[in-house]
């Protein structure tokens, strides 16, 4: 028989995914400890998450800098000690830092596990932030911040955010330099004792491990009082009107021009959340995207064109992204601005939403290959108190999206006089 | 360890199996054993164009992305200097569709002049964005010719300039397709909840009736040993002045890599490095530094490099360089300090196998490299190094003469 090679092979659509469960527990203290083992390496992932993100700050910065600089030294250690004790079980210490919360993160052999834990509580508990540390990490951070901003992606984003918070919300807050100049010692201790010390966090466990590296947590962090922080903390946000649609920051010397569009958006928690999260995908969300298919494989003006929508914990945002030929500039935002009419007054037809809801399945279920995957999806629901079946729901809610709900979205969510418009570079 | 079964077919396709049960996807990963360095001196960035247009449709396929997503697969690909890698994930019981569509554009592509014209514009901005656009983007287009004068490996995958890109045609497209992309130049590896026969069974269906050609020889011509050292000094539109100094050392396989490798982890991995306690922690000269070596087939760098504080000069930056490499090269390493760079590499390398779609890659790059065990020998060959090799190895290759700089100045 000849082989037919024009004719795709049959295949199935995925119905469901089996997400393998988490073990909760509650360690004597309160905190929640949640857990996952598979795999087969022998490796953890050990994650404390505090409520300590960018929401809570009074001052710009501040809870960026507190988290960043928890290893920079403790009362029994200096930075330089910390750095050795880690690198020399060959583990990894991050310092992650949200718009919504803050994380210790440490990446190891599960062996060392119990070696690594003393460390941990230690930074955790007696973190210092020593003077000339935190001049050496201004210095560094206001180098960085001048590196950064001779990237036009990089100032486009940030004005995107400003933009789209507006100057009272601190999801749109970013450094910069006077922020960083601002932050003293005392702020960061006040920080620290706010919202870290004695604080409840989350923890999560993940990778090959067993009882034993469980039972451990309770020993290191059970024992102390710790209390909830009130989450609700309200730091003036003013209600938030566009005043300028478009904002074009000129960089002469620029060769291309970075394009950011878009506006506030829904948490994961509103109802139109999934019809929105395929209207994104069709749009702009994956390689075969309108966008990327006009802007790129039809018209060659960018190397890559995406949007995104962004949740958060209170609000969320939608952006559109490209980096373009300065000359191509109008071009591409009239062309975007075409795509999102057209989703706007066209139903999608039934083949390209098969298309975008099964992609859109099968990188769902490509994306928990991991045990620390599987455990970051859980740390969502749970972080932001959603129904413990979001993620066993995911694929059925995806597969309920019609094209009258996507076309019906398309001009609630996205109306073209909402979107901000910035461009870095020019036009 | 990463397990693997092994099958060849009829027309020179080596096939790797590695089984897992534990995920209801498979990853679908060919390595074509082509890179830049297989490339022209006057057509660079070819092998990375030619990749953009393996997306482009094939003979008998008008489009690769459309039926890929529609069974919920994803796709990606890379160009290095060594080689091209195309890789899928999908779900396992649709990886039938990923041995359609990569055993047609093994076949032949379209070669349609719409999809060279688009790409190449995409390629181009490509290039902008990330090399030109960029602050220190173009560091790298500056010191490959600095540092290999004969070697391909003097231009970078891009390309050596935004012309070579503009200048491609589509004879160039054609013969580069039948010289490289053959069944016999490339490794196919498939791993996920699929059995060996299955896999036998698919790829002697889609893939074995494609026709072997013929290889030619790949003569390189290789770097001769630099005899003294090289200095180039540019200003570009950025902030903070840079330095950078890069070694040549030998290739990813040969004898001594892991102690040159484990000899720039203990001067610059990470924060408990040499460089950096000395030179950031101890006396604040800069801002960030480090140094990591490029793991090229052929014999790669070591590369140290760093960005300076303001009020610091780049001569000072280098002379404290320097200094700090004198005391590696007289003072031996510590056991403990040792220890610790195996105690990094050996994390770093189980890390790297928790991906099912690394560990596929993993055997892909070893096996093109010669030799599919090196995947499961790299712990021992880390674990192997001793003092006496860093030390060895150090002196060898941090010398003046063996050393390439480039100051990077702010203006």
Redesign the interface.
């Known amino acids: 028989m000849i082989l037919d090679r024009v004719k795709s092979p049959a295949f199935q659509t995925i119905k469901q995914v089996s997400i393998p469960k988490i073990e909760s527990i509650m360690l004597s203290n309160g905190i929640p400890v949640h857990y996952i083992s598979i795999g087969e390496q022998p490796v953890v992932k050990l994650e404390i998450s505090f409520d300590a993100g960018n929401w809570y700050e009074k001052q710009n910065g501040v809870s960026l800098f507190v988290a960043k600089m928890l290893g920079e030294g403790t009362k029994k250690y200096s930075s330089s000690q910390i750095s050795a004790f880690f690198d020399q079980y060959g583990a990894f210490i991050e310092f992650g830092h949200g718009l919504d919360r803050a994380n210790i993160t440490v990446y190891g052999l599960t062996k060392y596990l119990p070696t690594l834990l003393p460390m941990v509580k230690e930074i955790l508990e007696n973190a210092v932030f020593p003077e000339d540390e935190l001049e050496k990490f201004k210095k560094i951070q206001l180098q960085t911040l001048e590196v950064n901003a001779g990237k036009t992606s990089f100032i486009a984003n940030k004005v995107f955010r400003k933009k789209v918070f507006g100057d009272n919300h601190s999801y749109g807050n970013s450094l910069d330099e006077e922020a960083i100049q601002a932050i003293n010692r005392d702020t960061l201790l006040d920080f620290y004792q706010s919202f870290w010390l004695g604080k409840k966090p989350r923890i999560f466990l993940s990778g090959k491990i067993t009882e034993s590296e469980v039972n451990l947590l309770e020993d290191f962090f059970g024992k102390n009082d710790v209390q909830s922080i009130v989450k609700d903390i309200s730091l003036n946000k003013d209600e938030y009107n566009l005043i300028e649609k478009s904002v074009l920051i000129e960089k002469e010397d620029s060769i291309q021009s970075s394009i950011r569009m878009g506006k506030q958006m829904m948490t994961r928690k509103h109802p139109d959340y999934f019809k929105m999260l395929v209207l994104n995908e069709t749009l702009g969300g994956y390689f075969g995207s309108r966008l990327m298919s006009n802007i790129r494989e039809e018209k060659g003006l960018t190397y890559g064109i995406s949007s995104n929508i962004a949740p958060f914990s209170k609000a969320g945002y939608f952006v559109i992204g490209t980096d373009v030929k300065r000359e191509n500039t109008q071009q591409t935002i009239d062309e975007i601005y075409k795509e999102i009419n057209i989703l706007q007054r066209e139903l999608i037809k039934d083949g390209e939403l098969e298309v975008v809801k099964n992609y859109m399945i099968g990188s769902f279920a490509g994306s928990l290959n991991t045990p620390f995957d599987i455990l970051d999806r859980y740390k969502v629901i749970l972080s932001e108190e959603l129904s413990l079946d979001f993620y066993d729901c995911y694929i059925q809610n995806i597969q309920a999206i019609t094209a009258e709900m996507v076309l019906e979205v398309a001009n609630q969510h996205l109306a073209i006089d909402s979107l901000v418009e910035i461009v870095v570079g020019g036009k | 360890m990463i397990s693997y079964d092994y099958f060849i077919l009829d027309n020179g396709l080596k096939v790797y199996v590695h089984q897992d049960y534990?995920?209801?996807?498979a990853a679908v990963n060919i390595i074509y054993n082509v890179g830049s360095r297989d490339e022209e001196e006057h057509k660079t960035g070819f092998a990375h164009l030619f990749e953009h247009l393996m997306f482009g449709g094939s003979?008998?396929?008008p489009s690769y992305?459309?039926?890929l997503?529609?069974?919920?697969?994803?796709n990606n690909a890379f160009t290095s200097p060594d080689i091209t890698n195309y890789y899928i994930?999908?779900?396992a019981?649709?990886i039938?569709?990923a041995?359609?569509l990569e055993?047609?554009r093994m076949?032949s592509l379209s070669f349609d002049q719409k999809v060279l014209?688009?790409?190449?514009?995409?390629?181009i901005?490509?290039f902008?964005?990330?090399y030109?656009?960029?602050?220190?983007g173009d560091v790298w287009l500056k010191l490959r010719p600095l540092a290999y004068q004969v070697h391909p490996y003097k231009w970078a995958t891009i390309g050596k300039e935004i012309a070579h890109i503009e200048d491609a045609v589509m004879d160039d497209v054609r013969s580069f397709f039948y010289k490289h992309y053959l069944p016999n130049n490339a490794i196919l590896v498939v791993a996920g909840p699929i059995s060996v026969e299955e896999v036998k069974q698919l790829a002697k269906?889609?893939f074995e009736?494609i026709p072997a050609g013929k290889l030619s020889p790949r003569n390189l011509p290789q770097e001769p040993i630099q005899t003294a050292s090289r200095f180039l000094e540019v200003t570009a539109?950025?902030?903070?002045d840079a330095i950078y100094k890069v070694y040549h050392t030998q290739g990813r396989h040969d004898v001594g890599y892991n102690a040159v490798d484990l000899a720039s982890d203990i001067l610059g991995r990470?924060?408990?490095s040499r460089l950096y306690?000395k030179l950031?922690?101890e006396q604040?000269i800069f801002?960030?530094i480090n140094a990591y070596v490029t793991s090229s087939l052929d014999p790669g760098l070591m590369i140290l490099q760093g960005?300076l504080?303001?009020g610091i000069s780049i001569e000072e930056g280098d002379a404290a360089i320097q200094e700090v490499l004198n005391d590696f090269l007289k003072n031996p390493v510590s056991e403990?300090e040792l220890?610790?760079v195996?105690?990094?590499?050996?994390?770093?390398l189980?890390?790297s196998?928790?991906?099912?779609?690394n560990r596929a890659m993993n055997l892909a790059f070893a096996s093109n490299a010669g030799d599919v065990e090196y995947a499961n020998l790299e712990s021992s060959k880390i674990q192997a190094v001793t003092v006496d090799d860093i030390s060895q190895q150090a002196n060898r290759i941090l010398t003046k003469e063996n050393c390439s700089t480039m100051y990077y100045r702010a203006n």
């Open positions: 534990s995920t209801p996807i003979k008998n396929i992305d459309t039926p997503q529609k069974v919920g697969g994803e994930t999908l779900p019981v649709n039938e569709t041995f359609w055993s047609d076949l014209d688009v790409q190449q514009k995409v390629v901005e490509e902008k964005q990330r030109l656009n960029q602050p220190y269906k889609w009736p539109k950025v902030p903070l990470s924060k408990s306690e950031v922690k604040p801002n960030s960005n504080n303001k403990e220890t610790k195996k105690n990094q590499a050996e994390s770093t189980v890390f196998e928790v991906e099912l779609l």
